[in-house]
């Protein structure tokens, strides 16, 4: 975003990165971070949803009208510009004469053509691109073959904020986004591709369990289901969840709210000891879970 692996790959879909439940179901994933008179919003994002995960829960609305800046991981209207995407595609392109398969084992270089052939996927318009980016399109695929075919929280509070004329800003620029990809990368293709291709056979499970989790706030089943996980990889954890949150609690520690801000990350950065929930209440600040009216 999510078995942690998956969430690897699925996390990164902010870059570039749950249906089952009734929408009568209340969603806890607001949460009011509150210090003396200063306060803002915060909640779980998830990048890809499906169309019947609309209308989003209530509370997200809410959150956004009664905040007068949104404030999400970066600018995603930034990051899918013209100049966004040729620096994306730029940056996770491998040179002419190189590819993907040449830095797989043997037996995994077979296993992702197989897969490829299987599902109908070009396999020269995987393996051109680097691996955290092959793997963003693999698992992209994948999910909107089983039915994640609408925005996600992201995309569509930052359209809402637009049409009302809120403040959209970032967390970080566009080029520190990309780096995060870029860090990925260098983690091993062996390591990214072979954890992706034993998750993409689970992933209509994951998904779903994912959604669940969000959709009800549940941060110790993200933990569990994801985190866990997730640490066993403990480069990639660091690059894509650990350095990341220190950076934002600084941010927001930093910061001082004149006006309500309403913050949006992915949900998998609200959860664990590195959390932002955990760090935020670690520097005193009350969180409360928001339920219905703000």
Same mark, same amino acid.
């Given at each position: 975003?999510?078995?942690?692996?998956?969430?690897?790959?699925?996390?990164?879909?902010? @870059?570039?990165?749950?249906?089952?439940? =009734?929408?009568?179901?209340?969603?806890?994933? @607001? *949460?009011?971070?509150?210090?003396? /008179?200063?306060?803002?919003?915060?909640?779980?994002?998830?990048?890809?949803? +499906?169309?019947?995960?609309? /209308?989003?829960?209530?509370?997200?609305?809410?959150?956004?009208?009664? =905040?007068?800046?949104?404030?999400?991981?970066?600018?995603?209207?930034?990051?899918?510009?013209?100049?966004?995407?040729?620096?994306?595609?730029?940056?996770?392109?491998? /040179? +002419?004469?190189?590819?993907?398969?040449?830095?797989?084992?043997? /037996?995994?270089?077979?296993?992702?053509?197989?897969?490829?052939?299987?599902?109908?996927?070009?396999?020269?318009?995987?393996?051109?691109?680097?691996?955290?980016?092959?793997?963003?399109?693999?698992?992209?695929?994948?999910?909107?073959?089983?039915?994640?075919?609408?925005?996600?929280?992201?995309?569509?509070?930052?359209?809402?904020?637009?049409?009302?004329?809120?403040?959209? !800003?970032?967390?970080?620029?566009?080029?520190?986004?990309?780096? @995060?990809? !870029?860090?990925?990368?260098?983690?091993?293709? %062996?390591?990214?591709?072979?954890? !992706?291709? %034993?998750?993409?056979?689970? =992933?209509?499970?994951?998904?779903?369990?994912?959604?669940?989790? *969000?959709?009800?706030?549940?941060?110790?089943?993200?933990?569990?289901?994801?985190?866990?996980?997730?640490? +066993?990889?403990?480069?990639?954890?660091?690059?894509?969840?650990?350095?990341?949150?220190?950076? *934002?609690?600084?941010?927001?520690?930093?910061?001082?709210?004149?006006?309500?801000?309403?913050?949006?990350?992915?949900?998998?950065?609200?959860?664990?000891?590195?959390?932002?929930?955990?760090?935020?209440?670690?520097?005193?600040?009350?969180?409360?879970? @928001?339920?219905? =009216?703000?």
């Amino acid at each position: 975003m999510i078995n942690q692996r998956f969430l690897v790959v699925f996390r990164i879909l902010c @870059v570039f990165s749950f249906v089952l439940l =009734s929408h009568a179901v209340s969603a806890d994933g @607001v *949460w009011k971070v509150s210090k003396g /008179p200063e306060y803002f919003y915060l909640a779980g994002s998830i990048h890809l949803l +499906s169309v019947d995960d609309y /209308p989003l829960p209530p509370e997200y609305l809410t959150a956004l009208k009664n =905040s007068d800046t949104l404030l999400l991981e970066t600018d995603l209207e930034q990051l899918s510009s013209p100049l966004g995407i040729k620096q994306m595609i730029r940056l996770n392109s491998y /040179p +002419s004469g190189e590819n993907l398969l040449q830095q797989l084992s043997e /037996p995994l270089a077979k296993q992702l053509a197989d897969y490829c052939k299987k599902n109908n996927i070009p396999l020269e318009q995987i393996t051109r691109f680097k691996p955290a980016f092959a793997a963003v399109m693999l698992t992209t695929t994948q999910l909107r073959a089983q039915g994640a075919t609408a925005p996600g929280v992201d995309a569509y509070l930052q359209e809402e904020a637009k049409k009302a004329g809120k403040k959209v !800003t970032g967390l970080e620029t566009m080029q520190q986004h990309l780096a @995060v990809l !870029t860090e990925l990368n260098n983690s091993g293709a %062996e390591t990214l591709i072979k954890s !992706t291709m %034993e998750d993409l056979t689970d =992933s209509s499970e994951d998904f779903d369990a994912m959604r669940k989790a *969000w959709r009800s706030g549940d941060l110790q089943q993200l933990e569990h289901l994801y985190l866990d996980d997730l640490k +066993s990889y403990p480069a990639i954890y660091q690059s894509l969840i650990v350095k990341r949150n220190n950076a *934002w609690v600084k941010q927001l520690l930093q910061a001082r709210y004149q006006t309500p801000v309403f913050v949006v990350v992915g949900a998998l950065h609200l959860a664990g000891n590195d959390g932002l929930i955990k760090q935020l209440a670690q520097q005193g600040y009350q969180i409360t879970k @928001v339920q219905g =009216s703000l």
